[in-house]
């Protein structure tokens, strides 16, 4: 189980971090292109997207000109400052364990954000998401997954310079979740292995639909 008073703590700090690209990926790749890839195969100029969890709009930003609305959605409001002010990019502070609203979206993201809740938040936050999505919408989730067993890590990591407290499910937990929320799925295996550099996690996209 996840200390959420650690993890409420960790993003709070990260939220003041000026470089918003190191704020919440803390390094520079280049994984957003391959999650943009992904992405565009399930957008269009028309599409009405949500990003929940979308910390300092990495996403957000780079959809902004390839959709006609986004709700950009997180609990730092620190983070959605960096977002782009647009007509077509809407801003909410909220938990995304809470939040709810009564549009329906082509689109839902969920990338890097459920590895900071436990299942029980996780059952909720898609259970919420099937309520939001069209009938022909796409819920994308994509995260590091562990290999064999559950992987938490819980020290001060010399990488980003902060004590750091996530929690890497097992592939077989995460499948698990969202069939038992009602969606069905495909996976994929989202980023080459060089984006992939530890032994017992692996990235990948979850493509799901309403079963």
């Known amino acids: 189980m996840l200390d959420k008073n650690k993890v409420d703590s960790f993003f709070k700090r990260r ?29 269009a100029d028309d599409s009405v997207v949500l990003d929940l969890g979308c910390g300092p709009g990495r996403m957000t930003n780079k959809l902004e000109q390839k ?8 609990n730092q409001a620190e983070f959605l400052s960096h977002c782009i002010n647009s007509s077509k990019v809407e801003k909410v502070v909220s938990n995304i364990v809470d939040f709810q609203d009564s549009n329906k979206y082509d689109v839902i993201l969920l990338f890097g954000v459920l590895n900071y ?10 259970a919420n998401c099937k309520k939001m999505l069209k009938e022909d919408g796409v819920l994308i989730v994509k995260h590091a997954c562990g290999e064999v067993e559950n992987v938490i890590i819980d020290k001060f990591s010399e990488q980003i310079n902060d004590w750091y407290h996530v929690l890497y499910r097992h592939i077989d937990q995460d499948r698990l979740l969202l069939s038992q929320a ?11 292995p060089r984006l992939n550099p530890w032994s017992n996690t692996h990235y990948y996209a979850f493509i799901a639909k309403k079963g």
């Open 15 to 43: 939220a003041k971090i000026t470089d918003p690209e190191l704020a919440t990926h803390y390094k520079k790749d280049d994984t957003i292109y391959f999650d943009l890839n992904l992405i565009e195969e399930y957008i």
């Open 67 to 74: 959709v006609s609305y986004i709700k950009a959605v997180d």
């Open 117 to 126: 809740f436990n299942d029980d938040e996780v059952e909720v936050i898609y």
């Open 182 to 192: 009602g969606f069905s799925f495909s996976m994929v295996d989202v980023y080459p």
